[in-house]
């Protein structure tokens, strides 16, 4: 009997545990679905490292408009199911005002209908959902695609006579983005693409793709998409001899890119935020900004890549300008308030949110880096 | 000694009363709880309707398949295209898809169910990949890792399930009607030679059943409801793309199964609860919440082999008095 009477007092506590309504709201609270877990882990992760300083260094100074900031961050193991979970929990259970939302797209897409219908801002890592209406609540802090081909394609052609190319892409919505991009603006750049490939994610060999894109000529190599498969593309490159072919990778953390530079030397070269490359910043206040962060990001975390959680900050740092702007917490007073921020220097780029432009980075932010001396170097 | 009369009366209160009334007052408790809460046990009511109809051609049939995730997304491509794209009525296009996906069942399983064992398993695993790697590759139909958003919600003509909660009850009723299904083929002849295949396929041979004949027809119905769980999923949440079903689908589904009672008629809903609702139990625990999650998992299949339906068997029946005897009787 008492055993009877203890398991269902552990299932109502259970309930009522995930039935908890929040309580009064006396924090202003930021929400981050991110994958913790899963293929968007090395970004997200350090983009919710590089959000959780931002909040500590808002209330360091006294929070926002007299609030103090309050940081929730869920782990979507980088699945859309798991995201409209955690996404729900954090709107119903936690009450937060704003979201600042990781880099899985299809995860920020799922949840965006019931985001957009608590009338919640969202300032995103991944690209903007494909609903005019879901856009109108929805900002992103990721550069578009075309600055990351603008960037490789005005460097190939300054710096080589390679005019063939070959471009290798992983099926994520922002590598699709940018492989139309790289094809629609590679006549116009004065390259010809001769090959177009896809791998997955965690394909361990690509040879066969490599192998297609040298027999129809090209030069080098533009790859688009994150992670591990750089470092498995470079290794195929050494493996099959092709002692002149060029890899030119997207933007990333700064381990698989130092491991692909590992392989292939200066031949390979990256796409990177001057942030990634200190060096390469630029006097002024886009200098003092991003070096206010890397002071605090190398404090707790030495010398950890700081891009992802650069981007991480800067999207705190765009939610605590807004609020001062609307000069309120009220989610559509916000929503609207970030549509006014421009000319905002961030640690990654500067940011120009307008009505029509919900894409903050609107000047091309990027270097062509190199692995030198096993530091990151502009090429 | 019990009598016919009180033993039926009892298990059919056992079968059929406890576990309908524990799902609606889940349900109960869902309606008058927070979106989250209606969100987890929305997904729980459509993993438990996929689950139940995994549990036909693996509980009941005895077979193995880990491609039914292929027939999910049939279904939940299905829905999405021919609503979203086309407006169909969500309720036309789910019933549509559904037709489809028991077409392709047919068609597939046919061949393929002449396999057996490990080669039926690996042959479904492959089905489940072909249509995984389809749904990314084919970005003109399904948009690839893009998704399909802007799904419409459940509803028939002008008549729309515009809040989740509306949705939850409608998830109730399609699971309320599942498992009725799975109870009444269950205990039909169908239901009964499902189940002798699954003891012994030589055996039910030379019992006149045309073995191959039901193994398709038990792997069309799985189908079936798989499809119908892709469709209200992508109703329920108004987005789908390929990773929802993928691999992790598979997992689930047979952590489910396995948890909840293999071949039992309520274990599916069970194992659907909690495998989704335990980690939302845990989530306070951060990192660790994969791993006492994990340690539950092990503790309840070591501690209840047969799955949770199966403790159900460990309540004692309240026996009705003793008839008098004919000597006391006066």
Redesign the interface.
């Known amino acids: 009997m008492l055993q009877r009477h203890m398991t269902a007092l552990a299932v109502a506590v259970g309930l009522t545990a995930l039935a908890q309504p929040g309580f009064a709201q006396d924090t202003y609270k930021i929400g981050s679905a991110v994958g913790l877990t899963g293929y968007a882990a090395a970004s997200d992760r350090a983009w919710r490292d590089g959000q959780a300083l931002a909040v500590e260094a808002l209330n360091a100074k006294g929070g926002l408009l007299g609030k103090k900031v309050e940081y929730i961050a869920e782990d979507n193991r980088s699945e859309p199911q798991e995201a409209v979970v955690v996404y729900r929990k954090m709107m119903s259970n936690d009450k937060v005002n704003v979201f600042a939302s990781g880099c899985v797209s299809a995860g920020n897409f799922a949840a965006a209908g019931a985001v957009v219908r608590a009338e919640t801002p969202m300032v995103l890592c991944s690209i903007l959902p494909p609903r005019p209406e879901e856009v109108k609540w929805a900002y992103s802090i990721l550069p578009p695609p075309r600055f990351e081909m603008e960037a490789r394609y005005n460097w190939l052609k300054a710096n080589t006579q390679v005019r063939k190319i070959g471009i290798m892409h992983d099926p994520t919505p922002y590598a699709q983005l940018m492989r139309d991009v790289g094809v629609k603006s590679a006549q116009e750049a004065g390259f010809e693409v001769v090959a177009v490939e896809s791998y997955k994610p965690d394909d361990v060999d690509m040879s066969v793709q490599i192998g297609r894109i040298n027999a129809a000529g090209a030069g080098a190599i533009v790859k688009m998409g994150q992670g591990g498969s750089t470092v498995t593309i470079a290794k195929n490159i050494k493996q099959l001899g092709l002692e002149k072919m060029i890899l030119l990778a997207s933007l990333d953390d700064g381990a698989p890119l130092k491991a692909a530079g590992e392989e292939l030397g200066e031949r390979f070269m990256f796409v990177a935020p001057r942030v990634q490359i200190p060096a390469a910043l630029q006097p002024g206040e886009p200098k003092e900004v991003a070096e206010a962060f890397l002071k605090i990001w190398r404090e707790k975390f030495g010398d950890r890549d700081p891009n992802a959680g650069a981007r991480g900050w800067d999207s705190v740092m765009v939610i605590a300008k807004a609020v001062q702007l609307a000069n309120s917490f009220e989610g559509p007073k916000v929503r609207d308030a970030v549509e006014k921020i421009s000319g905002f220097q961030g640690s990654f780029a500067k940011y120009n949110f307008s009505p029509e432009q919900h894409v903050g980075i609107t000047e091309n932010p990027y270097v062509i880096g190199v692995l030198r001396g096993g530091q990151f170097q502009v090429k | 000694m019990t009598s016919p009369a009180t033993t039926s009366t009892s298990r059919w209160a056992r079968g059929v009363v406890l576990p309908v009334a524990a799902v609606l007052a889940v349900m109960v408790?869902a309606l008058n709880?927070?979106?989250?809460?209606?969100?987890?046990i929305g997904?729980a009511a459509i993993y438990a309707i996929f689950v139940t109809g995994l549990n036909f051609f693996m509980g009941y049939t005895g077979q193995a398949s880990f491609g039914q995730n292929a027939f999910a997304a049939l279904g939940g491509y299905g829905s999405a295209i021919l609503s979203g794209n086309y407006y169909w009525d969500p309720l036309l296009a789910l019933v549509v898809s559904m037709a489809f996906a028991g077409v392709v069942a047919a068609i597939v399983g046919y061949p393929t169910l002449k396999l057996r064992g490990h080669y039926l398993a690996m042959a479904t695993f492959a089905l489940g990949l072909i249509t995984y790697e389809i749904s990314?590759?084919w970005?003109g139909l399904t948009s690839?890792?893009?998704?399909i958003?802007?799904i419409p919600p459940l509803g028939v003509g002008r008549y729309e399930l515009g809040t989740?909660k509306q949705m939850l009850v409608a998830l109730t009723a399609f699971l309320l009607l599942g498992v009725w299904i799975s109870t009444r083929l269950r205990d039909s002849r169908f239901g009964r030679a499902l189940r002798a295949i699954a003891g012994s396929e030589p055996a039910a041979q030379a019992l006149g059943i045309n073995v191959a004949r039901y193994k398709l027809m038990a792997f069309v119905v799985a189908a079936l409801y798989a499809s119908c769980a892709g469709s209200l999923?992508a109703h329920f949440?108004?987005?789908?793309?390929p990773?929802?079903f993928g691999g992790?689908m598979v997992i689930q589904s047979f952590t489910m199964l396995f948890l909840g009672g293999i071949g039992t008629t309520w274990g599916p809903v069970i194992g659907a609860l909690m495998v989704l609702?335990l980690p939302?139990?845990l989530?306070?625990l951060k990192e660790l919440q994969d791993v006492v999650y994990s340690c539950v998992l092990v503790m309840i299949l070591i501690f209840a082999p047969k799955g949770l339906a199966g403790l159900v068997a460990l309540i004692p029946t309240r026996r009705a008095p003793a008839a008098p005897r004919p000597a006391e009787a006066k």
């Open positions: 408790f709880s927070s979106g989250y809460v209606v969100t987890v997904f990314i590759e970005t690839g890792y893009m998704g958003s802007g989740e999923f949440v108004g987005f789908i793309s990773e929802v992790a609702m939302e139990f989530r306070g």
